[in-house]
């Protein structure tokens, strides 16, 4: 199996297919090269199709009338983005753009649409990976309208490192004001607050590695919302 049918074999979407199916996705799939801070799309674009990650890092973001961009999602190689309004042929909701120089596979709507009245098994899928954004969506806005930010940080810790299948140290895959914006505060104050973290044991930081020193610490930290 090639790289690119591997990517795909192993997105959310298509996993579980028969190899058939899967080279037919192949088949309508695009290849998007971007630079680093390309934009991928705008909110209020006509959504004409969705997108894996085949390589590189890119973000979903909102902006505020004042122009305060704020972070819905940072995406990494072999997730889909875009794909809540292709059924309905709607606008984007957000705004993309790449972290990194990225690959991306594009698949036009009207020959997914087409792919899935022949493939059902495609739609259950979908719907599965649906429900999860709105599961992630609500513990987003959970997050940023009933914890403070330091739950809000605890929270995003303990996601990282189970993302990353470790207990012990994570790595931040963004800069620290990207992560602020992913997290609805400022730099000044997320440095603060790490500090402050670092102070009461919970956990030590080496540039973009933190040492997660106190799991229950953090799991009390990310229920109740603030520091002692």
């Known amino acids: 199996m090639d790289k690119?049918?591997?990517?795909?074999?192993?997105?959310?979407?298509?996993n579980g297919l028969p190899d058939e199916q899967l080279n037919d996705v192949r088949q309508i799939a695009v290849d998007r090269f971007y630079d680093k801070g390309r934009t991928i799309f705008l909110e209020g674009d006509p959504c004409d199709g969705f997108y894996i990650i085949a390589d590189g890092r890119l973000k979903i973001y909102k902006l505020s009338f004042d122009?305060?961009?704020?972070i819905l999602h940072i995406y990494g190689p072999g997730n889909p983005f875009g794909e809540v309004?292709?059924?309905?042929?709607?606008?984007?909701?957000?705004?993309?753009?790449?972290?990194?120089?990225?690959?991306?596979?594009?698949?036009?709507?009207t020959a997914f649409i087409d792919?899935?009245?022949?493939n059902p098994s495609l739609a259950l899928n979908?719907?599965?990976v649906l429900s999860m954004r709105l599961r992630q969506f609500t513990v987003q806005i959970e997050n940023l309208s009933l914890k403070?930010?330091?739950?809000?940080?605890?929270?995003?810790?303990?996601?990282?490192?189970?993302?990353?299948?470790?207990?012990?140290?994570?790595?931040?895959?963004i800069s620290k004001g990207q992560l602020a914006s992913?997290?609805?505060?400022?730099?000044?104050?997320?440095?603060?607050?790490?500090?402050?973290?670092?102070?009461?044991?919970?956990?030590e930081t080496s540039g973009r590695n933190l040492k997660l020193l106190d799991i229950d610490g953090l799991e009390d930290l990310a229920a109740q919302g603030k520091l002692q």
């Open 4 to 14: 690119i049918l591997q990517i795909i074999s192993d997105a959310p979407l298509f």
């Open 67 to 70: 122009g305060k961009e704020q």
């Open 126 to 128: 979908m719907l599965a």
């Open 85 to 109: 309004p292709v059924f309905a042929g709607k606008k984007f909701p957000a705004n993309a753009q790449t972290l990194l120089k990225s690959h991306l596979l594009f698949f036009p709507r």
């Open 182 to 203: 992913l997290l609805g505060t400022i730099p000044e104050t997320l440095s603060r607050i790490l500090a402050k973290m670092a102070k009461q044991g919970l956990v």
């Open 115 to 118: 792919l899935i009245s022949r």
């Open 148 to 173: 403070e930010v330091p739950g809000r940080l605890a929270s995003y810790l303990l996601y990282l490192a189970k993302e990353q299948g470790r207990t012990d140290t994570v790595a931040l895959t």
